[in-house]
């Protein structure tokens, strides 16, 4: 019994961490549904795509793309390009998930987005944080994202200008701040100043969010290299 | 009917990427590089998602995030830190 407290705990936990994230993810959504109208996505489309597939960019590149003779190829090669870096975000959440049973996995992670990983990361560096923060986290998000995406279509968007409010770069402030929570002293310095510049670099040359994971994969191979020089 | 395979190829091929990357580090040993790499990995994808953004807000986007890098640092509060960031760019933008 205590386990399942300890549980219930955790996922609220999760949830409340991410709700100040939540509220610019809210208002984004609403930007992708008034995008929605004018692609003629209905409504429940769109809840059907936020619910099944969760993922914010991927999905407004879905709905730009949308027209009255779907290209289902076309579309589905660029969702995969856009999303590949979850195969990097997933491979990161190993230790989250050490000893959880393969029916766990599967069941914890499909609400998994960039603001509730980076959250869940970031708090396992203080303490002791399970997948049910993570997918506290996850719910949170995909609340927020349904409320902001179907009240768009059906309202119109919160703000006329998310930018004068700064809500863009609410996303950066949150994920800078979440980036730090993860420094974990020297060793860090060169692999991040690499995936910096390689980020940058290969924003301005490849599609989509090939940056991330140049960058990321770039950064992270640094410390072995560093490491077989010393021998 | 194609509106839903257009959403259902797109979610089967997220949920795979997101399972198959948890699955397949599972898979790799817990030793060596591959441990450096993978303790090395969240740092390096948060880090590469980020750095563009902040380049692309500008003289302001690096002073903000400079400030929002500090308070974490500092206090470890992540919503006060991205209260900062926030509050430089509203700033900014609407009275500079």
């Known amino acids: 019994m205590l386990k399942k407290f300890e549980i219930q705990d955790q996922i609220r936990d999760g949830f409340t961490a991410n709700l100040p994230v939540a509220a610019s993810v809210a208002a984004y959504g609403s930007v992708l549904g008034v995008l929605a109208i004018q692609k003629n996505v209905s409504w429940i489309e769109l809840l059907l795509m936020n619910i099944s597939i969760f993922a914010g960019s991927s999905q407004f590149v879905m709905v730009d793309m949308w027209q009255s003779k779907l290209p289902v190829i076309e579309i589905t090669l660029a969702v995969l390009a856009i999303n590949f870096r979850y195969l990097l975000i997933g491979a990161s959440l190993r230790p989250i998930f050490r000893g959880t049973s393969l029916g766990h996995k599967f069941r914890m992670m499909h609400l998994v987005a960039d603001e509730n990983w980076a959250m869940t990361l970031a708090a396992s560096r203080k303490g002791n944080v399970s997948s049910g923060y993570l997918f506290g986290g996850g719910l949170c998000i995909l609340s927020a994202w349904c409320i902001g995406t179907i009240s768009g279509h059906r309202l119109g968007a919160f703000v006329q200008n998310p930018e004068a409010f700064a809500l863009d770069f609410a996303f950066i402030a949150v994920f800078t701040a979440l980036t730090i929570s993860l420094w974990r002293g020297k060793t860090d310095i060169l692999p991040w100043i690499t995936a910096v510049i390689l980020a940058i670099i290969s924003e301005k040359m490849l599609p989509g969010k090939w940056y991330i994971i140049v960058g990321g994969i770039g950064g992270a191979l640094i410390p072995i290299f560093s490491k077989k020089k010393e021998k | 009917m194609p509106a839903l395979i257009t959403i259902a190829a797109a979610a089967i091929i997220t949920y795979i990427l997101r399972i198959g990357g948890l699955l397949l580090s599972d898979k790799l040993p817990r030793t060596g590089n591959v441990k450096t790499f993978m303790d090395t990995l969240p740092g390096t994808i948060l880090i590469s998602l980020v750095a563009p953004g902040i380049i692309a807000a500008g003289f302001w986007g690096l002073i903000a ?28 933008r609407n009275f500079l």
């Open chain 2, 65 to 92: 995030a400079f400030f929002t890098g500090l308070c974490a640092y500092k206090t470890g509060n992540v919503f006060m830190s991205m209260l900062i960031g926030i509050g430089i760019i509203i700033l900014q």
